[in-house]
Structures are given as structure tokens and as C-alpha cells.
């Protein structure tokens, strides 16, 4: 798909009305929009088109919104295709739980909001642009990867010359062949690997059967796909293979290369994608918002000074324009969250962890967790406050799911000396009392996709956190601490910092009379002096 290629999004709905309504919104984009008012007259069209945005109506008469995802969802091409629904009535979450599970990305309500929608499905739109744009860069890729296999293929002595794993064996597995780049790949020599089971040695993990891959190479001479393996070393990477029989039906040819940073690097683009469509989706519900925000206000103003209200009314509308007040101060503070700045700026941390335990609020106070706060310091660094915030979101948010039960949240900031790199600077702390992480599990903690969240974590957060933290020529650790009174998990962030003259005062105060904050957070988010 080209960058000018046009989209299809096709909108079901058994009412023409709020099809014609959907065409007006959604006209905008530039897309091509496609229409269905029945089910089965939006089956057709998905088999007969590439529709990357579904947007379809929960109640239909033939089949509702649900069942209709159901039976998409069941197709192979379309088990990505994303699907919004509109509900014109309430939901209730176990509804939202069963649209979810039959392949729903997002629910919009009735009355739609027209800025909404038409950046909600943008997102989604770009996403499967990209998407098509990167399928085919590969096939591309693949391609010019099959033409060079067989030019080296004809002209054995250029063989080493190639960067690929370039291997020949049996039809028992036993390799013939075996070039430099395959040493460099896997790790071991030519003479260690002629002979041996090459998939037993390399512990291959194939996507499908071994066998049917076999009588693939048999009936059509290729196959190509991915392939996970271990190298000399035991690491794990993951290989785009294309495998080629010979004409006499008795060797095959495997060319492999190493596609794991690849994979790494979609998967930051994807998550980066997620945030950036986050701050676009926010901005336009903050703008919603504020509008109608201040219109209350002054409203309120206005009958708080009335001379007609006695004590009692005016102390309820001072109440209620406090609480407008921190809705409004809420808006701001999202979105500066996705906002990011252009140049470095200076950023007050110890501001910035307050801001993201604000974030953390409910999910505190949801798990009964305690926090415990302790700044000796106000440090400054000059850099990125978003990148900054995501570091500690993402280390705030993993200890609060460390301790589903309840337990102790200690976030604590002090000058240190990293005697290691002989520098002076600021040591955040992030303290858990929860389950702890196994010793075998930290050596592995800061490698990208892996996760000790089982299938719930996609394993790159620590990974990005730690990326961040090294561009501030910082760094990122871990220690738990099995004790007799429980486990205690310490991720400990070093940033060379330079304190304000302004703050540092107040830092010296802070270290004399600062206690730690022990409480349900429900509002005593501040350390008290």
C-alpha cells in the first residue's frame, strides 16, 4: 500500500440515517467509505475488499454487532481488522467484556461526537496503513533476499561472502554446508557443524509442524517463514528463513537472518504509536471538556456572589467550584502528560513523581497500598519531562500491580555518589512490598520482551525505561530483598543532576523535617513537615 493509498472503512448500520451522518463525519479523512445495512451485505464486501476500519451498529436485526464480529474475527484475513462499535443504549461492562472478547478495539456512545470519532478511527486508520506499508517492505525484502540466494547459490566460492546463515543439509537434517555467516550468527565453526542435526543443535522452534514444513520443500521446492533458535551461546533470536530443495531432491538449501532487533524495533513503534494516538485522542477530549467547564464556572461565580443565597447556599458553591477547580487542574495535568516539548527544559523531579502518584491515585487506593514518600532533595534535570514521566509510570505502575493484596509503596529521592562512575547525583527509589522477582528472572529483567507478567505485559517497558535513563547518562537497577517480615522490590534510577540555588534551601529544610508519608492515598499524596 502506498502513503497516498486510500483506506477502506466500511460503516454497518441497518438505519440509512446514521450511515449518511457516519459518511459526513468521517469524510474528512479522505478515505473510502463503504456502506453496509445488513449483515450479510457487509460479509460480501469483506471478502471482497481490503477494509482495514470496521465501524458497525451493536443492534441489528439480523445479526447483532457482536455475532457479526464473531463470525469476522473466524476469517484469517480478518483477525486483525479493527472493529469499532456504536451503542445508541447503555452498556453494561459484562457487555463491553463479551464485544472485547469478539474482537472489538473501541466502543463509541450515542451521541457521537463527531471529533471523536473521526480521531478514533484516524488512528486506526494510519495504523493499518502502516501496517500494509511494512507487509510490503518485507515481501520487497524477501524477494531481493530470494534473488541473491539463488545468484549465490549458482556461484558457491561468493558464499561466504554473505551476511545471511547460509546452510545445506540432508533430508536427515545433517549439515553440508555451513558458511561465515552462519558462524557468525549461530557460533559454531564450519568443521563443529558439518555433520550434525542442525535444527536439534540449534533447538528450532518451527511455526508449524516440522513434518508438514517437510512435505512443503517435497511438493513445492520452498518454504519460508520464521523461526526461533538458540546459539552456541544460549540466547534466543528469532530468523527469517526461506528453504529451497535442490533439483534432485535430495539437499536443501536454508538461508536465515537475524530479524530480532527488527521485531524489537516494530514493537517500540507500535508502543510509541499507541502513546502518540493517546495524546491526540486526549487533547480533543480535554478541548470537549473545557468548553462546557467554563461556562460552569463563571455560572457558579456568579451565584456564589448572588445576594439572595444564604451562608449555607454560598459554603455548597464554594464547594462545587473547588471541585471544578481540580477537574480542571486534572485536564491540564493529562495533558501535559502527552505533550512533549520540543527543546530539553528543566524538570523539577521531585514535581514530576508527585504528578505521576496523582496519576496513580485510584490504582493506590483500589489496592489499599500505603505510600510512603521521602524527598531529602529537589533535584532539576534538563531533558524531556514526557520521556521522564513514562520512566516512572511504568516503574510506579509495575510496583502497584506487584501487590494486588496491598502492601507499601516507598518513593524516595536523595543526593548520591555513583562511585563507579566517580558522579554526583540523584537516586530515585521505587520500593514494593509485593510478590518480589526471582533472582534468574532480574538477570533477564531489562531485555526486551521479557515479562513476569505471563501473557498480560508485552515484556518492553523496563526495556524503553531503561533506554531513557541511559540517554540522561543515568542508570537503571534492580534488587529484591527477602527478608523475615516479607519481600521488598527496590528499582533505583541514578540521574547526574544539577539542584537550583532557589531549591536548594529548600532541599536542606526538607532533609531536617521531612517525615515519610504512611497513609491510604486518598488525598495525602503530600509529605507532611
Not at 457482536?66 to 461492562?93: M, N, W, Y
Not at 517437510?214 to 538458540?230: C, D, H, R, V, Y
Request: glycine share 6%; aromatic share 6%.
Amino acid at each position: 500500500m502506498k502513503a497516498d493509498e486510500k483506506v477502506h472503512i466500511l460503516m454497518v448500520d441497518d438505519q440509512p440515517a446514521k450511515l449518511l451522518s457516519y459518511e459526513v463525519i468521517l469524510a474528512d479523512l479522505g478515505e473510502d467509505l463503504i456502506k453496509a445495512t445488513s449483515a450479510k451485505e457487509a460479509l460480501n464486501i469483506l471478502l471482497k475488499t481490503d477494509v482495514g476500519v470496521v465501524l458497525m451498529d451493536v443492534s441489528m436485526p439480523d445479526l447483532d454487532g457482536f455475532e457479526l464480529a464473531d463470525v469476522i474475527r473466524q476469517h484469517p484475513r480478518f483477525q486483525k481488522t479493527a472493529i469499532i462499535f456504536i451503542s445508541g443504549v447503555h452498556l453494561t461492562d459484562a457487555d463491553k467484556i463479551q464485544g472485547y472478547k469478539s474482537g472489538a478495539v473501541d466502543y463509541i456512545s450515542v451521541p457521537v461526537v463527531p471529533e471523536v470519532l473521526r480521531a478514533k478511527i484516524s488512528i486506526f486508520v494510519d495504523l493499518h496503513r502502516k501496517t500494509r506499508q511494512l507487509e510490503a517492505l518485507n515481501v520487497d525484502l524477501e524477494r531481493r533476499v530470494a534473488e541473491r540466494t539463488e545468484e549465490l547459490r549458482t556461484r558457491a566460492e561468493l558464499l561466504d561472502l554473505a551476511t545471511e546463515a547460509i546452510m545445506v543439509r540432508d533430508l536427515k537434517g545433517r549439515a553440508l554446508f555451513w558458511n561465515a555467516g552462519a558462524e557468525t550468527l549461530y557460533g559454531w565453526s564450519r568443521e563443529e557443524a558439518i555433520g550434525m542435526d542442525m535444527h536439534q543443535v540449534l533447538h528450532t522452534v518451527f511455526p508449524t509442524a516440522r513434518d508438514q514444513i517437510e512435505s512443503q520443500l517435497t511438493e513445492q521446492k520452498w518454504w519460508q517463514g520464521n523461526l526461533i533458535q538458540k546459539t552456541r551461546s544460549g540466547a534466543e533470536i528469532v530468523v527469517s528463513c526461506r528453504k529451497t530443495m535442490n533439483h534432485e531432491g535430495n539437499a536443501i538449501l536454508e538461508v536465515s537472518r537475524d530479524i530480532t532487533q527488527q521485531l524489537q524495533a516494530e514493537e517500540a513503534l507500535r508502543e510509541t504509536e499507541k502513546l502518540a494516538a493517546m495524546g491526540r485522542v486526549a487533547g480533543i477530549i480535554a478541548h470537549e471538556i473545557n468548553n462546557p467547564l467554563a461556562a460552569i464556572t463563571n455560572t457558579l461565580y456568579l451565584v456564589r456572589n448572588h445576594p439572595s443565597l444564604d451562608d449555607t447556599a454560598r459554603h455548597f458553591a464554594d464547594v462545587a467550584e473547588q471541585e471544578l477547580q481540580r477537574v480542571s487542574h486534572i485536564t491540564r495535568q493529562t495533558l501535559s502528560f502527552y505533550r512533549e516539548s520540543k527543546q530539553p527544559i528543566a524538570v523539577n523531579l521531585s514535581e514530576l513523581l508527585d504528578d505521576v502518584l496523582d496519576l496513580q491515585e485510584r490504582a493506590l487506593t483500589k489496592n489499599r497500598i500505603r505510600l510512603s514518600k521521602r524527598y531529602f532533595v529537589t533535584p532539576v534535570v534538563h531533558g524531556f519531562p514526557v520521556e521522564l514521566r513514562q520512566v516512572f509510570l511504568n516503574l510506579i505502575g509495575n510496583a502497584i500491580q506487584a501487590m494486588p493484596e496491598g502492601g507499601t509503596l516507598g518513593v524516595h529521592v536523595r543526593e548520591v555518589t555513583d562511585w563507579a562512575g566517580n558522579r554526583r547525583g540523584t537516586a530515585i527509589s521505587i520500593i514494593d512490598t509485593g510478590v518480589g522477582i526471582h533472582p534468574e528472572d532480574i538477570r533477564r529483567l531489562f531485555q526486551p520482551f521479557f515479562s513476569t507478567k505471563s501473557t498480560k505485559g508485552t515484556g518492553l517497558g523496563l526495556w524503553i525505561s531503561k533506554g531513557i535513563v541511559q540517554k540522561y547518562d543515568g542508570t537503571l537497577t534492580c534488587r529484591t530483598f527477602h527478608g523475615p517480615h516479607g519481600k521488598a522490590t527496590c528499582f533505583r534510577v541514578f540521574l547526574p543532576v544539577t539542584t537550583t540555588a532557589a531549591a536548594a534551601p529548600h532541599a536542606a529544610e526538607a532533609a531536617r523535617q521531612l517525615q515519610p508519608v504512611e497513609t491510604t492515598p486518598h488525598r495525602a499524596m503530600q509529605p507532611t513537615k
